[in-house]
């Protein structure tokens, strides 16, 4: 017994006393060896992390870095000295070394000092720097990708030894203000890796949060909503809803930091990620708000038409029919191979619009086709033989790329209406427009949806006021009529120089000529021309 006790008392390190007690009649001896050693080893670790101390401002981070202190620190010859160097990697790594500042004396093996530490998040390397300050330390200053308050330094800050630096400290830099993320039964947090492995084979739609984007609270309160009431309809038993926290998922967040939604836009969209297309490739849709008025409450708050104020009447629900319109249109695949001609007539008959490309990049034609649902159906075919050739006139042999859009508003002339831009490699850009300005009928009336709609395409809007109710008029509003769609058919492309997309408007009551800047109204009909519909 006497032995064992000595070579427990080895074990510690200096100054440490093994505590032993007795219990009952035969004075058994109670050993706690096992947790004193993992306290002793547990010492020795900490003694070997490196010191820092850190500051921060709105911007930068500043951490100086000293020599790691303690009994199991390695020592250097009397004419040297052990120092640190610090280096630092992309997106967030953080990497300390100590070694005997003269070179004769290079510490190695086991003696051998490095540490390699994941930040709290990611900085940029411009203006990211280190300076060695005076013989053995060193200062590290790191600029913040995204400017705010760090609530720590490191990810891990076990793997160090952190004090503050309040000389270097910004006493003035306010705490950021967080918000509790989406959370009900049905709503699944997940990670990266979680997210993956659910979108290999169900609809996901996520919210992408930071959780100091306080703008996103009251969207995020609707989506709680909309995912119990939409998510029971029939329909949407693929679908899963899902909320993740990007600043603790740096993978996440730098997968979507093209679209910089830590600057807290008041869009807040909505990811949809789905198994046929790419992890990094999600759509966005938007939870969109529909505000209630009760004029009562609002003529007698007091504070009513003050800045920043909102009206004691003014309540906002969830626009469900939207959100479960967005939602069906993205079930589709964005790009349907087209083997056969049985196959390409069924498909022409499954939607209004549609656009067939032959021997084009399928990834290229697919992106496109993302960009435009709901607007036109994308399909592709297998067989360079299924689409003929055009007339000599504006057409291409058979065999070669092409792209070919079938619009059901479309004028006989155009029924079958080829795309004369680059196709090999695709432009997408010049194809998106074009779709979206032949799928438009020649005209058609004024409504809140096409708005939004012929804004979107950004070509000038020829209107034709006309006055229907007016029946002394007919026959002018006739004839006015007539020239106005021939006037539409030939100014239809493209070209925002050149052409026009048409809207026909009609009023009764001149009054709301005032928002085209008509003071003095004009006697009906009559045809303006605008950049963007009242």
Not at 271 to 286: S, T
């Amino acid at each position: 017994m006497v032995d064992t006790l000595s070579t427990c008392q080895q074990t510690l390190p200096p100054g440490r006393q093994l505590v032993t007690t007795r219990r009952g009649k035969k004075g058994v001896l109670v050993f706690v060896y096992l947790a004193l050693v993992l306290v002793a080893n547990g010492k020795v670790a900490r003694d070997l992390r490196p010191q820092l101390r850190w500051a921060q401002t709105n911007t930068s981070i500043f951490i100086t870095v000293e020599t790691p202190r303690g009994p199991s620190a390695p020592s250097c010859d009397p004419d040297s000295a052990l120092q640190v160097e610090a280096t630092l990697e992309v997106p967030d790594r953080l990497i300390i070394t100590a070694n005997c500042s003269r070179t004769s004396q290079s510490l190695a093996g086991p003696d051998k000092l490095r540490w390699e530490m994941a930040l709290r998040e990611d900085f940029i390397a411009d203006g990211s720097r280190t300076e060695r300050t005076g013989s053995t330390g060193v200062v590290v200053v790191i600029k913040k990708l995204i400017v705010h308050r760090w609530d720590r330094l490191l990810w891990d800050e076990a793997e160090a030894s952190i004090s503050k630096d309040w000389k270097r400290e910004d006493r003035d830099l306010p705490d950021a203000d967080e918000v509790e993320l989406p959370k009900a039964h049905n709503i699944l947090r997940v990670s990266f890796e979680g997210l993956r492995k659910t979108a290999s084979n169900q609809i996901v739609v996520a919210a992408l949060r930071y959780t100091w984007c306080t703008v996103c609270e009251e969207k995020d309160k609707a989506f709680v909503k909309a995912t119990k009431v939409v998510g029971s309809k029939a329909g949407f038993e693929s679908f899963v809803f899902a909320v993740a926290d990007l600043r603790e998922d740096k993978r996440l967040a730098r997968m979507v930091a093209a679209e910089k939604m830590h600057e807290c836009h008041k869009r807040c969209p909505l990811h949809v990620f789905k198994p046929d297309e790419p992890l990094d490739e999600p759509y966005k849709v938007e939870m969109q708000l529909l505000y209630e008025m009760d004029e009562y409450s609002m003529m007698t708050d007091p504070m009513a038409g003050a800045p920043g104020h909102t009206p004691k009447g003014q309540t906002a629900k969830p626009n469900f029919e939207r959100f479960e319109r967005d939602l069906k249109r993205l079930v589709p695949p964005a790009l349907t191979h087209l083997r056969d001609a049985d196959g390409l007539v069924q498909f022409v008959k499954s939607s209004d619009n549609v656009v067939l490309g032959s021997g084009v990049d399928a990834t290229q034609f697919r992106r496109t086709a993302r960009g435009l649902r709901g607007v036109a159906a994308f399909g592709l075919l297998d067989d360079l033989g299924l689409l003929p050739p055009q007339p000599p006139s504006g057409g291409r042999d058979v065999g070669e790329p092409v792209v070919e859009l079938r619009a059901a508003e479309a004028t006989q002339a155009r029924a079958h209406l080829r795309f004369e831009g680059e196709v090999k490699p695709l432009a997408s850009e010049e194809l998106d427009h074009f779709v979206r300005v032949h799928v438009q009928p020649l005209a058609q009336n004024y409504s809140w949806d096409l708005k939004d709609k012929l804004e979107v395409i950004g070509l000038p809007v020829a209107v034709l006021w006309v006055n229907r109710s007016d029946m002394n008029n007919t026959n002018t509003t006739m004839r006015a009529l007539e020239a106005f769609n021939l006037l539409c058919d030939r100014r239809r492309g493209t070209n925002v120089s050149r052409n026009v997309l048409c809207c026909i408007q009609d009023e009764s009551y001149s009054y709301y000529q005032r928002e085209y800047g008509s003071h003095e109204p004009y006697p009906y009909p009559f045809l303006g021309l605008t950049k963007k519909l009242g």
